[in-house]
């Protein structure tokens, strides 16, 4: 879990001068960076909960600990880090790798290009996938998940995801 390209932004001055083209790139850059770093807390967490946070800072559990220490709600904490564990590979208790449940969109969040708008919407389709959907069937719909939330917001990769979902599992749940 490497630091992905990390860039240094100027800080803006004399916003007032920009141009709209300046204005728009400035927030795409800058939301960008914004969801890279946040990708990578993730991979800190991931870190975390594979050591163990009571062996690290005598905490119960991750998401307590990372409640307090973001000082942000135990809900928010608690989405943040499953969040993190379903995009991040893992290790087991043994040491051994635990692959990512979505490894896709989890390089897609890494680059800078899905914040948890997207992210929670995908992750929510691809949990509902049938147990016997092929692995290729799994792999394919969150492909088409990660390009289309790639310019797309939360309703429409849902709406996407209620189709895929159809067309793995035509009987649905009854």
Do not use: Y
Request: aromatic fraction near 4%.
């Amino acid at each position: 879990c490497g630091v992905s390209g990390q860039r240094i932004l100027e800080p803006p001055q004399e916003l007032w001068r920009a141009g709209a083209r300046e204005l728009a790139h400035g927030v795409v850059e800058r939301l960008s960076v914004a969801r890279q770093a946040l990708a990578e807390v993730g991979q800190f967490l991931v870190e975390i909960e594979s050591r163990g946070p009571m062996e690290l800072f005598g905490h119960g559990s991750t998401a307590g600990w990372f409640a307090e220490t973001a000082r942000i709600s135990p809900n928010e904490a608690r989405d943040t880090v499953a969040r993190a564990l379903a995009l991040n590979e893992s290790r087991n208790l043994d040491g051994t790798p635990a692959p990512a449940f979505a490894p896709i969109a989890g390089a897609a969040a890494a680059e800078g290009d899905l914040g948890h708008q997207q992210l929670d919407p995908i992750l929510a389709v691809l949990k509902k996938i049938p147990d016997d959907a092929s692995a290729d069937d799994r792999t394919g719909a969150e492909q088409i998940l990660v390009t289309l939330a790639r310019h797309a917001g939360p309703q429409e990769i849902s709406n996407v995801g209620a189709e895929l979902l159809a067309h793995l599992d035509p009987d649905g749940n009854e």
